[in-house]
């Protein structure tokens, strides 16, 4: 079963937002057993949506359409797809009392453009929005679906979950489609692929292996396709299994979780807590834990430290540490963990400092030079890094070296096996 995913804007175009849609949609999909043949962002042009149509179904047996439906002149969507299939735009009666509803709630009035959100074309199911006021459109055309829904993200992913997928589930008969995932760290691509090479082409042709590469990490997926999931799960563990035991030493987690989430949630289960003190990368340590719910569990916070002055006063830095060795040091770096530590009663602590750039190098210490340290009670050890002349990069990159440091450290205290 194939999908094809459609967003309409000028303002993806231009880069005055973010397509956001098309990946979260794409997931869903591909969760329910639809792969997406292609993605689409078009302008909010009649023609230019209508021969993006007639291509889509060409190739795909589902096209979901997102975007075009608001009050405004600009958007035609509606229009458009009223024209395509010839089918003249009537008031939908349940969707204008909706619509009515939705303003007197918000004590506003309703004007002519907004009772002309309650238009549709006269063939079309219409499924209603409930966070919003443009109704979802789904129409069947040659054995094909095209359903149109509203661009901003929250309308549509409500949409998708309570209406459209379970409509999809039913209408269809869906393979069975199951995903294993493999968090790996510490080793590239290139060499994670040789390492493995051989159960990669032991693996049968219904079974999949992928390699999604991110900064610092690696994500293995597995993806099974067939008609009994009683057959294929225990498969597919068995290949997760022998894969992780051939590159045990850089396996984070073997579930689609983040690699800030696997460590929160490993602590978590250990009741294990943990502060940081940040230099060069300002805090952002700090937000790759505490956007997880539930974070506050074990991340109990830390120190923004950039002046000296605030390493010494916050972090317990000694001024004869700083004045020999400067802030971009090893002996900086562990004394901004332990201070960490011993100031904010935390079982571990993550400490980096260094020179994010692109100015402030020296011939010492260029641009992309970092310390990293990770304390526990008893101990702890520090690393240096060499990254490059890109400050968001160097800033990236020593966060994910601080949580693979963090997470050996653990692995090594927990004795944890995967």
Same mark, same amino acid.
């Given at each position: 079963m194939l999908a094809e995913i459609i967003t309409i804007g000028d303002e993806i175009l231009i880069g005055q937002i973010v397509d956001t849609n098309s990946a979260w949609m794409a997931t869903a999909l591909n969760e329910i057993g639809v792969k997406v043949k292609q993605i689409s962002s078009i302008s909010d042009e009649a023609q230019h949506i209508i021969n993006? +149509?007639? &291509? %889509?179904?060409?190739?795909?047996?589902?096209?979901?359409?997102?975007?075009? $439906? =608001?009050?405004?002149?600009?958007?035609?969507?509606?229009?458009?797809?009223?024209?395509?299939?010839?089918?003249?735009?009537?008031?939908?009666?349940?969707?204008?009392?909706?619509?009515?509803?939705?303003?007197?709630?918000?004590?506003?009035?309703?004007?002519?453009?907004?009772?002309?959100?309650?238009?549709?074309?006269?063939?079309?199911?219409?499924?209603?929005?409930?966070?919003?006021?443009?109704?979802?459109?789904?129409?069947?055309?040659?054995?094909?679906?095209?359903?149109?829904?509203?661009?901003?993200?929250?309308?549509?992913?409500?949409?998708?979950?309570?209406?459209?997928?379970?409509?999809?589930?039913?209408?269809?008969?869906?393979?069975?489609?199951?995903?294993?995932?493999?968090?790996?760290?510490?080793?590239?691509?290139?060499?994670?692929?040789?390492?493995?090479?051989? +159960?990669? &082409? %032991?693996?049968?042709?219904?079974?999949?292996?992928?390699?999604?590469?991110? $900064? =610092?990490?690696?994500?293995?997926?597995?993806?099974?396709t067939g008609d009994n999931e009683a057959t294929l799960l225990p498969e597919v563990m068995l290949h997760t299994r022998k894969i992780v035991e051939r590159i045990e030493k850089y396996v984070v987690i073997t579930e689609d979780l983040p690699f800030e989430k696997a460590i929160l949630n490993l602590m978590e289960k250990h009741g294990l807590t943990l502060s940081v003190a940040e230099s060069c990368t300002g805090g952002y340590i700090s937000h790759l834990f505490t956007q997880h719910s539930g974070s506050s569990a074990v991340f109990q916070g830390g120190g923004v430290t950039y002046a000296n002055e605030l390493k010494q006063r916050l972090l317990n830095v000694k001024e004869k540490t700083l004045s020999t060795y400067g802030a971009v040091s090893e002996q900086t770096a562990k004394e901004m963990a332990l201070g960490a530590i011993a100031n904010f009663k935390t079982d571990y602590a993550v400490a980096v400092t260094g020179i994010a750039g692109p100015s402030g190098g020296t011939k010492e210490k260029p641009v992309g030079t970092v310390w990293i340290a990770v304390a526990n009670k008893e101990d702890v050890k520090a690393k240096l890094y060499n990254f490059a002349s890109k400050r968001v990069q160097n800033i990236e990159r020593s966060a994910m070296a601080a949580l693979m440091m963090l997470f050996l450290q653990l692995k090594q205290d927990l004795n944890v096996k995967h």
């Open positions: 993006a +149509l007639d &291509e %889509a179904q060409q190739r795909a047996d589902i096209i979901l359409i997102t975007g075009g $439906l =608001g009050p405004t002149k600009d958007d035609i969507t509606k229009q458009t797809l009223s024209k395509y299939f010839g089918m003249p735009l009537r008031i939908d009666e349940p969707t204008l009392a909706h619509v009515k509803q939705f303003f007197e709630k918000l004590n506003r009035p309703m004007i002519d453009v907004n009772i002309k959100q309650a238009e549709v074309p006269e063939g079309c199911t219409v499924i209603m929005n409930k966070n919003g006021t443009a109704p979802c459109m789904w129409f069947e055309n040659n054995g094909k679906i095209i359903v149109s829904m509203p661009g901003v993200p929250f309308e549509m992913k409500y949409l998708m979950e309570d209406e459209i997928i379970p409509r999809i589930k039913q209408r269809f008969k869906l393979p069975i489609l199951i995903h294993q995932n493999i968090l790996v760290a510490g080793l590239g691509e290139s060499f994670l692929a040789e390492q493995i090479a051989d +159960l990669e &082409e %032991a693996l049968p042709s219904y079974i999949k292996l992928a390699y999604l590469p991110k $900064l =610092g990490q690696v994500r293995l997926r597995l993806s099974a």
